[in-house]
């Protein structure tokens, strides 16, 4: 697809090495978009629109912006929103505090004649936040906006000027930060809240389907090294079960199991023999804590024979 930068098209084909580490220092894993994923991210990165991202808790919204950043070899700004977040710590902040500091030690002549010279340039005391810093990089950035929804109504639409136009306005200072290239922002919500109209306009929208039966195996087999083909089969075959007892009873269960439970589920089974793993596959659900993670949904399906 021909995009309005000189990046090459995100692929989703090309993973990481087994133990590679990204620039925070964060075990890289595999990641593995569906198609429309994938055609959905290019999308956004040629109009220059944020990508809004949707789907079951554990779908894999969050690790997109990694895997993005590392096929195209591009910085990543992390941005993980709180409930008391609010849409300048994004943009910068400014330490007051310090600058005040500063001044109590000059007067008091503690700081050395240089040190002074910068309590009187305001500039001095601006902290970039995530999207502050993809603005003025040279480079093309990922900014991962995570859990949107956890913060309230006024964050997204503070945001509106700055995503659309790509520009902000430093108070303190009068100075004007443009977005030297678009960065690439992907955004996540958990649907706790709606999101105002106006946000939703400058977005592109993608949810995240729950993968199929062979694409569950697939992550499976991208995750680990050389799993016992019986194995996986049989363990993804257990979950998949569960799952669809969870979906029938969905008016009662909690939580649905996700993706990435599976992958934990799994490398808790591959700790014993093959042989005993399977037994245990035939019989009460086991390691259950990690896959049901409600004491309503324990006592549901384990009294079952799940």
Not at 60 to 68: C, I
Not at 201 to 222: G, K, Q, T, V, W
């Amino acid at each position: 697809m021909e995009t309005l930068s000189n990046l090459p098209p995100y692929t989703g084909k090309i993973q990481p090495q087994p133990g590679e580490r990204d620039q925070l220092g964060q075990l890289l894993l595999p990641y593995l978009p569906s198609p429309e994923l994938v055609e959905a991210v290019n999308i956004a990165i040629y109009l220059q629109r944020p990508l809004l991202i949707k789907g079951e808790p554990g779908s894999g919204k969050t690790e997109l912006a990694r895997a993005v950043a590392y096929e195209l070899k591009l910085p990543l700004e992390l941005w993980c929103v709180k409930s008391t977040s609010v849409a300048r710590e994004g943009l910068y902040s400014y330490d007051a505090v310090a600058r005040l500091r500063d001044a109590q030690l000059a007067a008091n002549k503690i700081l050395k004649q240089e040190e002074i010279k910068r309590i009187s340039d305001p500039a001095t005391y601006v902290r970039w936040g995530q999207l502050g810093k993809a603005f003025r990089n040279e480079k093309q950035t990922v900014v991962l906006i995570d859990e949107i929804d956890k913060a309230d109504l006024d964050f997204p639409n503070d945001l509106l000027m700055e995503l659309d136009r790509r520009w902000f306005k430093v108070e303190e200072t009068g100075d004007i930060v443009r977005a030297k290239v678009a960065p690439i922002v992907l955004i996540t919500s958990n649907d706790e809240k709606d999101l105002p109209d106006a946000f939703l306009r400058r977005c592109l929208f993608h949810y995240i389907n729950f993968p199929s039966d062979e694409r569950l195996i697939e992550i499976i087999n991208a995750h680990f090294d050389d799993p016992p083909e019986l194995l996986v089969n049989q363990a993804v075959k257990r979950f998949l079960e569960l799952r669809d007892q969870m979906q029938k009873d969905k008016t009662h269960a909690g939580k649905m199991v996700s993706t990435s439970e599976l992958i934990d589920w799994f490398q808790v089974l591959r700790r014993e023999p093959e042989d005993e793993v399977l037994a245990k596959l035939r019989g009460k659900l086991p390691y259950a804590g990690v896959l049901l993670k409600r004491w309503e949904d324990h006592m549901r399906y384990l009294k079952n024979g799940y």
